[in-house]
């Protein structure tokens, strides 16, 4: 594989490039559409059916499509605003080639094996993450993941051109594991030395939007002392998180920011800001939120401004199958386990079938940026692992 894994990724590594170096693949975008039909054609080349399950989630197969005790693997194309190229695409241009593996090998499945391109993991059009894997497990409902608007005021139903399918029925009976490879998203594995780990967790996550309210006015002629400016309650709210999320050994972080009406010299109406807060464990990260709102109404007091606080995706910890984690890493010869901060789908599968995640080893630890790299040799190193893997559940 360490030929073929570089000419294969070529093939994907200008679509959606922006000029900073950095991706703009926001789901059903004309990118991730190229994206998805360059899946097609890497499907048909290796005569795998592929179908699609009305939730804009596509399957590959080798085997009969959800066949008894089917094994999936694979990842996502969407990415982040100017985000790395290597965050889900890694894990589907890796199960094509272990595809090809297998059979260089001579090896023939006993069950399906489907090669998954999730919609929306980033959450960075529609603004829910693991959309695709909320719904085929029934943890959104149809409706409301229809309803869900990007910033140019485009549903996703209108986008996926139908209303979603929802839950796929009997999971749990068609699917006997769910193995899902994907760059390491930080520097364990290089201090380890290990180019390829396995996953034990994922830290509960959310995304919190918070809206400042206050009252609009001229930046020139309001005296300082009449002022009801949201953006110093939004600022106080910032600085609060960084805090409590160092105290707490959490992470907490708001990088999204919506000013209304947004002009240098008029004091701001409405400030909407976003926070992500991250924890080893749902108590820790509950005591987190519950402190950075509370400093954050207290500071609206003073400020004479007022806080609307709404959950829009809350995901809770996820434990992966303990068992299977460990015949993974006994199957690569010791892999480390280790957990990750990082939401996928496979955590949001994991509450309905045995599920593992594979990571490939990336130098600086960086992800979410144009720097987020893996080395050639190491992503064939993911490669053989997943070929290994999957022939061992097959």
Request: charged share 25%.
């Given at each position: 594989m360490s030929a073929a894994f570089p000419r294969l990724w070529q093939e994907?590594?200008?679509?959606?490039?922006?000029?900073?170096?950095?991706?703009?693949?926001?789901?059903?975008?004309?990118?991730?559409?190229?994206?998805?039909?360059?899946?097609r054609n890497q499907a048909a080349r290796r005569d795998l059916?592929?179908?699609?399950?009305?939730?804009?989630?596509?399957?590959?197969?080798?085997?009969?499509?959800?066949?008894?005790?089917?094994?999936?693997?694979?990842?996502?194309?969407?990415?982040?605003?100017?985000?790395?190229?290597y965050d889900g695409p890694l894990g589907i241009v890796s199960a094509f080639l272990a595809v090809d593996a297998l059979r260089e090998r001579g090896f023939e499945p006993r069950r399906p094996l489907g090669i998954a391109a999730f919609v929306?993991?980033?959450?960075?059009?529609?603004?829910?993450?693991?959309?695709?894997?909320?719904?085929?497990?029934?943890?959104?409902?149809?409706?409301?993941a229809a309803a869900l608007c990007d910033r140019d005021g485009i549903t996703f139903g209108e986008a996926l051109g139908v209303r979603p399918a929802g839950a796929l029925p009997d999971l749990a009976g068609r699917v006997s594991a769910v193995v899902e490879l994907h760059i390491e998203q930080g520097r364990a594995l290089v201090e380890m030395d290990a180019p390829v780990g396995v996953a034990s967790a994922i830290w509960p996550h959310g995304r919190w939007r918070m809206d400042f309210t206050g009252s609009g006015d001229h930046a020139g002629t309001t005296r300082m002392a009449d002022?009801?400016?949201?953006?110093?309650?939004?600022?106080?709210?910032?600085?609060?998180?960084?805090?409590?999320?160092?105290?707490?050994?959490?992470?907490?972080?708001?990088?999204?920011?919506?000013?209304?009406?947004?002009?240098?010299?008029?004091?701001?109406?409405?400030?909407?800001?976003?926070?992500?807060?991250?924890?080893?464990?749902?108590?820790?990260?509950?005591?987190?939120?519950?402190?950075?709102?509370?400093?954050?109404?207290?500071?609206?007091?003073?400020?004479?401004?007022?806080?609307?606080?709404?959950?829009?995706?809350?995901?809770?910890?996820?434990?992966?199958?303990?068992?299977?984690a460990t015949r993974l890493a006994g199957i690569l010869g010791g892999a480390p386990i280790l957990p990750t901060g990082a939401g996928h789908d496979a955590g949001v599968l994991s509450a309905h079938v045995p599920t593992a995640m594979l990571f490939v080893r990336n130098p600086t630890g960086i992800s979410h940026s144009p720097a987020e790299h893996a080395p050639d040799e190491d992503c064939a190193a993911g490669v053989d692992a997943l070929a290994t893997v999957l022939e061992a559940l097959l």
């Open positions: 994907i590594a200008t679509i959606g490039r922006d000029s900073r170096g950095g991706y703009l693949r926001y789901a059903l975008s004309e990118p991730e559409l190229v994206l998805r039909d360059w899946f059916p592929v179908t699609e399950d009305g939730n804009g989630n596509l399957f590959a197969w080798w085997g009969t499509p959800w066949g008894h005790r089917a094994v999936i693997t694979g990842s996502h194309f969407d990415s982040v605003p100017h985000g790395g190229g929306e993991e980033e959450g960075g059009r529609f603004g829910v993450p693991c959309l695709g894997s909320r719904l085929l497990t029934g943890a959104i409902s149809p409706d409301k002022r009801r400016d949201p953006m110093l309650t939004y600022a106080a709210t910032v600085l609060a998180a960084n805090e409590e999320a160092r105290e707490a050994g959490a992470h907490a972080t708001v990088a999204r920011v919506e000013v209304t009406p947004n002009a240098t010299n008029a004091i701001p109406s409405l400030v909407r800001g976003w926070l992500d807060a991250r924890a080893a464990d749902t108590a820790t990260l509950d005591r987190l939120v519950e402190a950075v709102v509370k400093r954050a109404t207290e500071r609206a007091g003073q400020d004479g401004t007022e806080l609307a606080v709404e959950p829009e995706s809350v995901s809770p910890e996820v434990t992966f199958d303990t068992g299977l």
